[in-house]
């Protein structure tokens, strides 16, 4: 219903940013057609099962799906053997999300997808219209969710849960724009190479905040336990950010479970724990500017992944109706 009283204008907006952009060359593979290629990841990367379609991976634009990343297991105690030995390899598959489970295999290919009311928190509107605040969304900056509440109030909404008090309903999508991609697109050509190549140095940094060429950092979702509850708690129905993950990297915060280590993820709850379909470097400017001038934070959102059997993941095809 919350979703429904939202589509009262018909302003299509197209959410996937374009595969042509130089932002995509991140990792080399394939080539042209449908090739999917499922390999579980090396020991020291996020542990997981990766795929490659048409040059694409998971380090690019699009939906991620519960054979991405694993927590032991993957969703539903699914193991990688159970995606990597089975003939059909369709374990956790993403075109389940845009097939009808009574209709999920090849001779039936129906409709589906993801569809429903849409929240979006501005946090890069907000923290340029914050004076005093520092932020750059091509660093390592945590957004905490006392920056999300502070954001949320900024654009006159309260994020806690229905059952709370506030303005989430079960169901509803997060959408957060950390300013990656506004960045992406006032970089050079050389800065824009770096950051394709997700380079730390895409801006020249003083000599003690120089780290090794190469690094990989940039702004997102702090992880940490008071985010991951209010995530919890909200029942969101998938989240989805616009830089190249929906957390921030690299991850420092010390793990919920108290043993003082760093280094844990959002994607262990949200994908292999919850089942929460989640979304990675999406183009939010459109929808953000729409947003801005309507003064509202909310509008009906279709995401329709492609339907790749034993796919990973997959572009978005998302389109927000205002």
């Given amino acids: 219903m919350a979703a429904s009283r939202d ?15 130089d932002i995509f060359p991140l990792r080399s593979g394939g ?3 449908e090739h999917v290629d499922r390999k579980t990841k090396p020991p020291n990367t996020p542990t997981g099962v990766e795929r490659r379609k048409d040059g694409d ?3 690019g634009n699009g939906s991620i799906g519960f054979s991405h990343f694993a927590s032991g297991l993957f969703y539903n105690g699914t193991k990688a053997t159970d995606i990597t030995t089975q003939p059909d390899q369709n374990k956790c598959s993403i075109h389940y999300w845009s097939t009808p489970a009574q209709s999920a295999s090849r001779e039936k290919a129906a409709g589906g997808g993801i569809s429903g009311r849409a929240v979006l928190l501005d946090y890069w509107t907000y923290a340029q219209s914050t004076p005093g605040k520092s932020y750059d969304p091509y660093t390592g ?60 140095h895409v801006f020249e940094p003083s000599p003690q905040d120089m780290k090794p060429e190469g690094s990989q950092e940039w702004a ?24 190249p993950g929906f957390e921030r990297w690299p991850s420092l915060e010390t793990g919920p479970n108290g043993d003082g280590k760093g280094g844990w993820l959002l994607h262990e709850y949200i994908l292999a724990l919850w089942g929460m379909p989640l979304g990675e470097m999406w183009d939010l400017e459109g929808v953000a500017e729409v947003c801005r001038r309507q003064k509202r934070s909310t509008f009906f959102l279709s995401s329709s992944p492609d339907m790749i059997f034993g796919g990973v993941s997959s572009h978005p095809n998302a389109t927000a109706i205002f």
Avoid at 146 to 162: F, R, S, V
Wanted: glycine content about 10%; proline content about 6%; hydrophobic content about 35%.
């Fill in 141 to 200: 900056h945590p957004i905490t969710f006392a920056d999300l509440l502070d954001c949320a109030k900024y654009q006159g909404i309260n994020i806690l849960p229905a059952s709370q008090g506030g303005d989430i309903q079960i169901g509803d999508i997060l959408l957060v724009r950390s300013g990656w991609v506004d960045r992406y697109n006032n970089l050079t050509d050389s800065q824009r190479e770096k950051a394709a190549k997700r380079h730390m």
């Fill in 220 to 243: 997102g979702l702090a992880q940490d336990p008071a985010t991951l509850t209010w995530l919890h708690d909200c029942y969101f129905s998938a989240v989805a950010g616009d830089a």
């Fill in 57 to 59: 991976s998971d380090g």
């Fill in 31 to 33: 080539g042209g057609g």
């Fill in 7 to 21: 589509a009262k204008i018909q302003n299509p907006n197209s959410l996937p940013w374009d595969p042509n952009n």
